[in-house]
């Protein structure tokens, strides 16, 4: 998160309603101190949220008390009220469930009366027994109240939904320049987590063997993270750069009792292959050059992309190759077509008994690791959002629109996207493919694992 001013949202409310709660769920983290007991918070908490992306300082304040202003409570309000000069919104917010009280109704009267944008929350409005407390805020003036529950983590898209107009380009990034630093201070520093795997005879084995040879710097195996599974950490200069950089081998190789061999090789070279990709972030899936593609590779790659790590293909042995080029196009063409999810996946030709193409294997999958870590900013994945749209608007389906109104990135690792909108249960799987296939290509993904999930803003009074 960027160190530079964010924008400042402060949770406003009586005593007890879960304003402390709300803090905690937004800040990710017990700082403020909840119990039962009204009043328990006395004075200001600061702290850094991100919720799905958009990023803001949220300031847990005091129970508005009706208390003489000499008093500790009447005090506790002119903090509250004190606080509120800074903010650039305030979440107000209420007990569905205990429903409007006068003091709630104070509250928002003075709300209204101030510069600062209200966000108007009905907390504790999970299950049914908040909807009277939601049907009654309407009667506050402050527009729709957002139903959330602070403890069990519900309506926090619609929450964002909110937010995002009014603090949206607020957000700390400014420039290309500082975009790119700030994604720099998001690439992954451990060592690259690496699995190779493939069908038996492949040439596994040989490969691994070749890339842990004399010439590297072994710094330990590891044993243990599977019954299954070891790591082997080591060190590979990139001969493109000349930068040692740190590398984690998951290795299934040698570990399997031969008494328990007792299934068909296919199968355990695809529980080998989940074993392995457990722990990796990056997977190379080694082929057979003298077999070329099987039906059974395409099984381990689109597990592999189906558990979201980055793919990587290499076809070993091509020092023994017929027809290289007719070969390597070939299954270039075959990938395509049998894992039309994600097209273009890299695809190297090595030998792992000469180590011909094995280094530029690893420049790339540190490559693929950087695509696959990257964070868009909020408001530049607004811009591309809007040109997309802008260029290919969603369908009309029986006439009825469809709206799609923002995205964020929820996750990296693998890139997962949020869009918000109404009617998105009619949306074509053709329009969901335009839009992924558009973030891969103008926001830098390449071939790596996408995934868009789709959230309309719940109506909480709907019967079901």
């Not at 304003?19 to 937004?26: A, D, E, Y």
């Not at 999810?341 to 030998?351: A, D, E, N």
């Not at 749209?389 to 709206?403: F, T």
């Not at 949020?418 to 830098?444: H, Q, W």
């Amino acid at each position: 998160m960027s160190s530079r001013k964010l924008p400042q949202v402060i949770v406003i409310g009586r005593p007890n309603v879960g304003k402390s709660t709300l803090f905690n769920r937004l800040v990710g983290k017990k700082l403020a101190l909840v119990d039962d007991q009204p009043g328990v918070t006395r004075d200001r908490r600061f702290g850094e949220a991100s919720l799905l992306g958009l990023d803001f300082t949220v300031v847990d304040t005091a129970g508005w008390e009706d208390e003489d202003p000499e008093t500790l409570p009447g005090r506790m309000r002119a903090q509250t009220e004190v606080s509120l000069k800074d903010a650039d919104v305030a979440l107000f917010v209420i007990d569905a469930r205990a429903g409007l009280t006068p003091l709630d109704e104070e509250i928002a009267r003075w709300l209204r009366g101030q510069d600062v944008p209200v966000v108007l929350l009905a907390n504790k409005a999970e299950g049914r027994a908040g909807e009277t407390g939601i049907l009654e805020a309407y009667a506050l003036g402050l527009g729709d109240p957002v139903p959330v529950s602070a403890e069990h983590g519900e309506g926090m898209g619609d929450l964002f939904e909110a937010l995002l107009p009014l603090i949206g380009d607020m957000q700390p990034v400014e420039d290309e320049f500082e975009e790119q630093a700030e994604e720099e201070d998001e690439a992954p520093r451990g060592p690259l987590k690496l699995a190779i795997v493939g069908r038996p005879n492949a040439g596994k084995s040989t490969l691994i063997n070749r890339l842990l040879g004399e010439d590297r710097l072994l710094t330990g195996p590891e044993a243990g993270i599977t019954r299954d599974s070891i790591a082997i950490d080591w060190e590979w200069t990139s001969p493109k750069t000349g930068e040692t950089r740190e590398i984690r081998l998951i290795d299934t190789a040698g570990m399997r009792k031969k008494a328990k061999v007792v299934e068909k090789l296919e199968r355990l070279s695809v529980a080998d292959a989940r074993h392995a990709i457990d722990f990796a972030e990056v997977v190379v899936l080694l082929l057979d050059a003298t077999k070329g593609l099987e039906h059974q590779d395409l099984k381990i790659a689109d597990m592999v992309l189906q558990e979201g790590r980055a793919l990587m293909i290499a076809i070993n042995k091509w020092d023994v190759a017929e027809d290289p080029s007719h070969l390597f196009n070939g299954i270039r063409e075959a990938l395509n077509e049998g894992l039309a999810q994600v097209r273009g996946v890299p695809l190297f030709s090595v030998s792992a008994r000469t180590g011909k193409g094995l280094d530029a294997m690893l420049e790339a999958a540190f490559d693929l690791r950087e695509a696959w870590s990257k964070r868009v900013p909020t408001a530049a994945l607004n811009r591309w959002f809007d040109d997309a749209l802008e260029a290919n608007p969603p369908p009309a389906p029986g006439g009825k629109r469809i709206k799609l109104r923002y995205i964020t990135q929820i996750k990296t690792r693998p890139p997962t996207f949020a869009i918000f909108g109404t009617r998105l249960d009619m949306l074509p799987k053709s329009y969901e493919r335009y839009l992924v296939n558009s973030i891969r290509k103008n926001l830098g993904f390449d071939a790596v694992p996408v995934r868009v999930n789709l959230r309309s803003p719940k109506n909480p009074f709907a019967k079901g």
